[in-house]
């Protein structure tokens, strides 16, 4: 099994915003500072919205991939947050956005070839409709990590 990215305490429940700058920050400031170890929340929404501005990530269907790389992350760092209301992003399809997964990468050769693949088997996991369904319908950040991570497997989106 690979490295489980991620992990509960990542994972923000109810996420109440008013556009994907609010939602960003609200999700990276609900990161205990161990997720974020020697990293400062602002620099990575910094970098976040940097992103963002050189192009959308809200793929569609109500999901939103930001991403960054930063040189003081050594592995990648996933966080999570559902709106069940849904968010105004500038999204591909006009779409709010219910599901937003931020990942951090590190700067390293890989990275990009890592992120493409974290990224692709995160949408693909989003891509059912009734998970989507009970995703917005779970009410703490347990219940959405017991969705995404089963105990009794690994997703393959959440691992390295």
Request: negative net charge; proline residues 6%; hydrophobic residues 45%.
């Amino acid at each position: 099994m690979g490295l489980l990215l991620l992990r509960e305490e990542n994972v923000v429940a109810g996420l109440d915003a008013l556009n994907f700058e609010d939602a960003l920050k609200k999700i990276i400031d609900a990161m205990p500072a161990w997720s974020l170890p020697g990293i400062a929340k602002e620099k990575i929404l910094e970098l976040l919205i940097l992103r963002e501005q050189v192009g959308t990530t809200a793929i569609g269907h109500g999901i939103a991939l930001p991403h960054c790389f930063s040189s003081e992350v050594h592995e990648p760092v996933v966080a999570f947050g559902v709106s069940p209301e849904g968010i105004s992003f500038p999204s591909l399809d006009g779409c709010p956005v219910h599901f937003v997964f931020v990942l951090i990468l590190p700067q390293h050769e890989k990275a990009e070839h890592q992120k493409r693949q974290i990224l692709r088997n995160i949408k693909w996991s989003l891509c059912d409709r009734s998970m989507q369904e009970r995703l917005k319908k779970a009410r703490t950040a347990s219940e959405i990590y017991q969705l995404m991570v089963p105990e009794s497997q690994c997703v393959p989106a959440l691992t390295a």
